[in-house]
């Protein structure tokens, strides 16, 4: 029986009409697929019983990359670079860590997720970096680039479970973001670091498998085997889950 794998959405509202929608990155989905799982997508907006339901349900949380955490869930006055916030969509992330990692549910989280899986265990964030942490190293580019292009490379701790899932300890990566990953959250580990310093992997050990990445593998993982076997590992520990 393959995995079941909730992936979160976001909410967007259509300028033009006011119509309200859940949204989910198109090549997160596929990799999910490629990897062997089945993806189900967590909508925003429901309430605590009715998600409770959905979870109960879940082999595997997935938080995708997306905007800005509210830095009220980290004590922080915005910043003048905050971007859109979407509150139901915090609400709900916020939630789903805190109850997989109760519940020792695997859970990835990319970009937005990485963070979010930080602030939800009591961390907290830069809310931007070239104003906060300036730097030669660059963490985003134009939205007309390609999202795969790869702009620096990230050292694995190769004994963390980011590390025996890439392979690789020095992996040339994509960046799309604009905040960081500042104080650890409860039981949060540091596996990955940009060359100035940017925490860009997290891990909670005692878990079975927990981990977030701060770039973006769904972009990368259709031409590299290495990004493919980190969807891999989540999924076969979702498969593998003891109820």
């Known amino acids: 029986m393959k995995p079941l794998i909730g992936i979160t959405s976001g909410s967007w ?3 033009e009409t006011g119509w309200s929608y859940n949204r989910i990155y198109t090549p997160i989905v596929l990799s999910v697929e490629r990897a062997g799982g089945v993806p189900i997508a967590i909508p925003t907006g429901l309430d605590e019983e009715t998600l409770r339901a959905l979870y109960a349900r879940l082999d595997g949380v997935l938080l995708p990359g997306g905007g800005d955490v509210d830095p ?13 916030l979407d509150p139901a969509r915090d609400e709900l992330e916020l939630m ?4 997989a990692v109760q519940d020792n549910v695997p859970l990835f989280g990319i970009c937005r997720g990485h963070q979010v899986l930080n ?11 070239p104003t906060e ?3 030669t190293v660059p963490h985003d580019q ?6 795969s292009r790869r702009i620096h490379n990230v050292d694995l701790n190769d004994a963390s479970r980011l590390g025996r899932a890439i392979g690789d300890q020095h992996p040339q990566v994509n960046s799309l973001h604009h905040q960081a ?6 039981g949060v580990r540091v596996t990955a670091y940009s060359p100035d310093g940017v925490i860009e992997g997290l891990e909670l050990h005692e878990l079975d498998f927990a981990l977030s990445v701060q ?5 990368l993982a259709g031409e590299d085997e290495a990004m493919l076997r980190l969807f891999g590992a989540f999924v076969e520990a979702a498969k593998n889950r003891t109820r």
């Open 13 to 15: 509202i259509n300028p």
């Open 72 to 84: 009220k869930y980290y004590g922080a006055t915005p910043h003048p670079k905050l971007g859109k």
């Open 96 to 99: 789903l860590v805190r109850w």
């Open 119 to 129: 602030v939800a265990l009591g961390g907290s964030l830069v809310q931007d970096i």
């Open 133 to 135: 942490r300036p730097s």
């Open 142 to 147: 134009p939205d007309e680039l390609p999202r």
């Open 181 to 186: 990953v500042a104080n650890l959250g409860s």
């Open 215 to 219: 770039w973006h593998p769904e972009d």
